[in-house]
């Protein structure tokens, strides 16, 4: 990620006013005057929606177009029309547009079963949006403000993990931690599996929690240099224990062992890294950031073994198939491209989405799916068995601070940043004893 970057939009949740936001549904087409300000105010009261409720028609971000002076259809047209999406490389998605062929739409994998209000997840950087993870199909983590929270959609309780507002100091003393902690910290990324989490912040600062101890056990620095950002994490489980993987944007790729705390390996590339995924076999790591093309590294001394060329813009997300032969990257240029190793020449699948970058990428643990989230509006769900041509497109309004599913699959969990219809959007996948939920 340029470093210039940060400055070509406010800090989300500081800014507060985006030009995208869809709070102009209420602002420019709702004509609250002096004799229906009551009206107005109920208008603004929005609700949970439950899966019932939506087959009864109600909005699943409980959005009251039947009240609005414009209907959904005309509000998408016009969204599709004026979202701005951001590009470090002038008219990429432009020139993407022009020779990508749009994939089927009709599959139907996962059905709407919440969304929950009480949860508002926020965005603090617009180009890093891997701010929710599912450990369960019933546990979501995510970033709200300052703080870490925990949703948990079986007892519908929201609860404080971390508190980055004030000082955070390590209540372990592992040696390389940063014992006298941070203050106030602003949060860009998050990884949360099984019973860890790391946060890492602007100034490359790490850390970490063991969810099922009090305190934290480890902070840290990456580094002191001004262009520290850590943009990325991953938690693995490797041949020698659980270890995590920053990437960050002083072209750095580090590991580190998750119960020691211990950096185990330091590998530097020629540009900012946004992302970095390893593969299941742990041998090859995919490294994407600032250039057009994306890297095949050995995982144990970070030398590059192939090269990845198709995108015309910068990546911020990659992802591995669970065989362990595919892998996929997600770009600014509008397109999540689908790679085999058996053949890098060209791309297995070019996957094109409607309005922006291709943020955040998941493959489900089973194989069958993979999760593509863009900046805002849209998740696309592709069939792996179906060679990626048919898709189920999850279609809402508002900026999607990250996409999660749960490590068995039954769960995807969307976060949506906006000021007035904030939420988590929980879909379920579909069975063939989809009769039982209808009695929920």
Partial sequence: MSYNGVDQMDYMVDGGDMADSIDGIDEE????DDANLDEYDMLMKV????????????????????????????????????????????????????????TEKGGSYFEFFHNTRLVKPTILHFQLRNLVWATSKHDVYLISNYSVMHWSS??????????????????????GTFLEGFTR????TLAVKDRFLVAGGFHGELVCKCLDKPGVSFCTRTTHQENAITNAIEIFDSSSG????????????????MERFQLLNHFRFPWPVNHTSISPDGKLL????????????????????????????????SAWHPDGRIFATGNQDKTCRVWDLRNL?????????????VRSIRFSADGQFLVVAEPADFVHIYNTKENFGTRQEIDFFGEISGVSLSPDD????IGIWDRTYASLLQYNRRHPYEYLDSLV
Avoid at 185 to 188: E, P, R
Avoid at 295 to 304: E, M, P, S
Avoid at 410 to 413: M, R, T, W
């Fill in 154 to 175: 079986l007892l519908w309780n929201l609860t404080e993990v971390l508190n980055f507002s004030g000082h955070i100091v390590p209540t372990e003393r592992n040696p």
């Fill in 345 to 357: 020449h060209t791309p297995t699948a070019i996957l094109k989405g409607n309005i922006g970058a």
């Fill in 242 to 257: 659980i270890h995590f993987m920053t990437s960050n944007n002083d072209c750095g790729v580090r590991e580190y062992d």
């Fill in 29 to 32: 087409y709702h004509a609250a």
């Fill in 286 to 317: 995919a490294v994407v950031g600032d250039d057009v093309n994306g890297l095949l590294v050995d995982a144990r001394n970070g030398k590059t073994v192939a090269s990845v060329a198709g995108h015309l813009d910068y990546s911020f997300a």
């Fill in 185 to 188: 910290t602003q949060l860009s």
């Fill in 47 to 102: 609700t949970d929606t439950s899966a019932s409720q939506a087959r009864k028609g109600k909005d699943i971000q409980g959005i009251p177009w039947e009240r609005l002076n414009i209907t959904r259809e005309s509000y998408r047209l016009t969204r599709l029309e004026q979202y701005r999406n951001y590009e470090n490389v002038p008219s990429s998605g432009e020139a993407v547009d022009k020779r990508c062929k749009p």
């Fill in 410 to 413: 039954e769960s995807i969990y």
